[in-house]
C-alpha cells in the first residue's frame, strides 16, 4: 500500500464508496498515470466527464488529484476532479484540445504546487522582461515563485544579474546555480522538503531536466544540447511528469515554453508590480491616466528616477496583453455558446414534432 500523504493528498473529502482516491503523475493524450493507494494506474475520463466541462480549466492536469473507479484489468475511469489549491495556467490561441479550441484559450501547466521555479539561464538568452513574465503568472497561480538563474558556470560575475533580477522580483527569492559544479544547489534543499510540490517552469534550453537529473540523482529525463548561435535549446521534455525526490519532495517537469501567453492575470500583475500600483494612490486625481494629468504620481517617479520607465512599460504591457486575453476569451466562450444552441435547436427541429 502506498501512502498518498507523502504525495501532499490531504483528507479533506472523503471518496464515495467505490471510488478511490489519486494523484495525477503524467498525462499522455487521453491517457493518465495516477499514483493510488494500489500503486501507479492507467486512467482515463469518462465521457460525461467531458460532457459537463465547460472549460478547459475543468479537466484535470499533472498534479491534480482525483477520485476514480479503480479496475484491475484496463484503465481505470476519473470520475472527480478534486479542488485545486493552486494552478499555473497560460494563454493558448491555438487550442491543444479540438473539442474545446474554439471556446477557450487557458492551457493549465500544472496544479497543487506550493513553489513555483521560474528557470532561466545565463547565457546569451537571459532576459529580464520575460523573467517578469514569468513571475506574474507564477503570483496568479497561488504559489510561490523562486527564480533559479541555471548555467552560472557560464559567468564570471553572479552578482550582476541577480542584482538585475532582484530589482523587479520584490519579495522573491533568487539563486544562481549550476548542475555542472554543483555551485548553488544547497540553496534549494530549504523548498524541496517532504511532501511539498515545485514545478519548473522555463523556456527550452534553461536547464530544467539538467537539474532534475541532478536532484533525482540519476537520469529520468532525456537532455538535449542547446543552438550555439542563439543559446535556444531544444525540447527535452515532452509532457507534463511529475517525480518524487529522493527528500521526498514532489517535482513537477514541464517543455520549454518559446513563449509565456498572459492568462487572466489582473491579481498577479497587482502582486508582482505593487510598488507601481501603489503610486496610483498618491496621484492628485482619483481617475489619473497617469499621462499628462497635474499631480500624478507616476509622472514624478519617472522623473526622478524611483520608477524606471522599464519597469512602467512592462506594466502596461501586462494590463494591455491580459485585457485583450480576456476580452478574446469571453468573445469565444459566447460564440461556443450560440453554437451549441443552435446545434441542439437544429437537433429538435430535425427530430420534428411529436405524433
Same mark, same amino acid.
Given at each position: 500500500?502506498?501512502?498518498?500523504?507523502?504525495?501532499?493528498?490531504?483528507?479533506?473529502?472523503?471518496?464515495?464508496?467505490?471510488?478511490?482516491?489519486?494523484?495525477?503523475?503524467?498525462?499522455?493524450?487521453?491517457?493518465?498515470?495516477?499514483?493510488?493507494?494500489?500503486?501507479?494506474?492507467?486512467?482515463?475520463?469518462?465521457?460525461?466527464?467531458?460532457?459537463?466541462?465547460?472549460?478547459?480549466?475543468?479537466?484535470?492536469?499533472?498534479?491534480?488529484?482525483?477520485?476514480?473507479?479503480?479496475? #484491475? @484489468?484496463?484503465?481505470?475511469?476519473? !470520475?472527480?476532479?478534486?479542488?485545486?489549491?493552486?494552478?499555473?495556467? %497560460?494563454? $493558448?490561441? +491555438?487550442?491543444?484540445?479540438?473539442?474545446?479550441?474554439?471556446?477557450?484559450?487557458?492551457?493549465?501547466?500544472?496544479?497543487?504546487?506550493?513553489?513555483?521555479?521560474?528557470?532561466?539561464?545565463?547565457?546569451?538568452?537571459?532576459?529580464?522582461?520575460?523573467?517578469?513574465?514569468?513571475?506574474?503568472?507564477?503570483?496568479?497561480?497561488?504559489?510561490?515563485?523562486?527564480?533559479?538563474?541555471?548555467?552560472?558556470?557560464?559567468?564570471?560575475?553572479?552578482?550582476?544579474?541577480?542584482?538585475?533580477?532582484?530589482?523587479?522580483?520584490?519579495?522573491?527569492?533568487?539563486?544562481?546555480?549550476?548542475?555542472?559544479?554543483?555551485?548553488?544547489?544547497?540553496?534549494?534543499?530549504?523548498?524541496?522538503?517532504?511532501?511539498?510540490?515545485?514545478?519548473?517552469?522555463?523556456?527550452?534550453?534553461?536547464?530544467? #531536466? @539538467?537539474?532534475?537529473?541532478?536532484? !533525482?540523482?540519476?537520469?529520468?529525463?532525456?537532455?538535449?544540447?542547446? %543552438?550555439? $548561435?542563439? +543559446?535556444?535549446?531544444?525540447?527535452?521534455?515532452?509532457?507534463?511528469?511529475?517525480?518524487?525526490?529522493?527528500?521526498?519532495?514532489?517535482?513537477?517537469?514541464?517543455?520549454?515554453?518559446?513563449?509565456?501567453?498572459?492568462?487572466?492575470?489582473?491579481?498577479?500583475?497587482?502582486?508582482?508590480?505593487?510598488?507601481?500600483?501603489?503610486?496610483?494612490?498618491?496621484?492628485?486625481?482619483?481617475?489619473?491616466?497617469?499621462?499628462?494629468?497635474?499631480?500624478?504620481?507616476?509622472?514624478?517617479?519617472?522623473?526622478?528616477?524611483?520608477?524606471?520607465?522599464?519597469?512602467?512599460?512592462?506594466?502596461?504591457?501586462?494590463?494591455?496583453?491580459?485585457?485583450?486575453?480576456?476580452?478574446?476569451?469571453?468573445?469565444?466562450?459566447?460564440?461556443?455558446?450560440?453554437?451549441?444552441?443552435?446545434?441542439?435547436? #437544429?437537433?429538435?427541429?430535425?427530430?420534428?414534432?411529436?405524433?
Amino acid at each position: 500500500m502506498i501512502d498518498l500523504k507523502l504525495y501532499g493528498y490531504t483528507e479533506n473529502e472523503k471518496p464515495p464508496l467505490g471510488l478511490l482516491p489519486g494523484r495525477i503523475t503524467e498525462q499522455q493524450r487521453e491517457l493518465y498515470t495516477v499514483i493510488t493507494a494500489n500503486g501507479e494506474v492507467t486512467a482515463a475520463l469518462t465521457g460525461s466527464f467531458y460532457h459537463s466541462a465547460k472549460t478547459s480549466a475543468d479537466i484535470p492536469c499533472t498534479g491534480d488529484f482525483v477520485f476514480l473507479r479503480y479496475n #484491475s @484489468s484496463g484503465p481505470s475511469l476519473i !470520475m472527480r476532479l478534486l479542488p485545486r489549491r493552486s494552478v499555473f495556467s %497560460r494563454a $493558448d490561441f +491555438s487550442g491543444h484540445t479540438a473539442e474545446y479550441a474554439k471556446t477557450v484559450l487557458e492551457q493549465l501547466v500544472a496544479a497543487n504546487f506550493d513553489f513555483v521555479f521560474i528557470l532561466s539561464s545565463l547565457n546569451k538568452d537571459f532576459k529580464i522582461s520575460r523573467i517578469t513574465r514569468y513571475l506574474t503568472q507564477a503570483w496568479q497561480s497561488g504559489g510561490q515563485p523562486v527564480v533559479i538563474l541555471t548555467k552560472a558556470d557560464l559567468v564570471e560575475d553572479i552578482k550582476t544579474p541577480v542584482s538585475a533580477v532582484q530589482q523587479g522580483a520584490i519579495d522573491v527569492p533568487v539563486h544562481a546555480l549550476s548542475v555542472h559544479t554543483g555551485f548553488g544547489l544547497d540553496a534549494l534543499k530549504g523548498y524541496l522538503l517532504p511532501g511539498k510540490t515545485a514545478v519548473f517552469i522555463g523556456m527550452s534550453g534553461v536547464g530544467k #531536466s @539538467s537539474l532534475l537529473n541532478t536532484l !533525482m540523482g540519476q537520469d529520468v529525463m532525456a537532455v538535449k544540447a542547446i %543552438r550555439e $548561435d542563439d +543559446s535556444r535549446g531544444r525540447h527535452a521534455t515532452t509532457h507534463r511528469q511529475l517525480f518524487m525526490l529522493p527528500s521526498g519532495a514532489l517535482v513537477i517537469d514541464t517543455p520549454g515554453m518559446r513563449e509565456l501567453g498572459l492568462f487572466g492575470a489582473d491579481n498577479g500583475i497587482s502582486v508582482a508590480f505593487a510598488r507601481v500600483e501603489e503610486l496610483f494612490g498618491h496621484c492628485r486625481f482619483s481617475d489619473c491616466h497617469h499621462q499628462s494629468e497635474p499631480g500624478c504620481a507616476v509622472i514624478a517617479a519617472l522623473k526622478d528616477g524611483s520608477l524606471s520607465r522599464e519597469r512602467w512599460e512592462s506594466y502596461l504591457s501586462h494590463k494591455r496583453e491580459t485585457a485583450f486575453v480576456e476580452s478574446k476569451a469571453d468573445f469565444l466562450r459566447e460564440k461556443g455558446e450560440w453554437q451549441k444552441s443552435i446545434a441542439k435547436f #437544429s437537433k429538435q427541429y430535425k427530430k420534428g414534432p411529436k405524433r
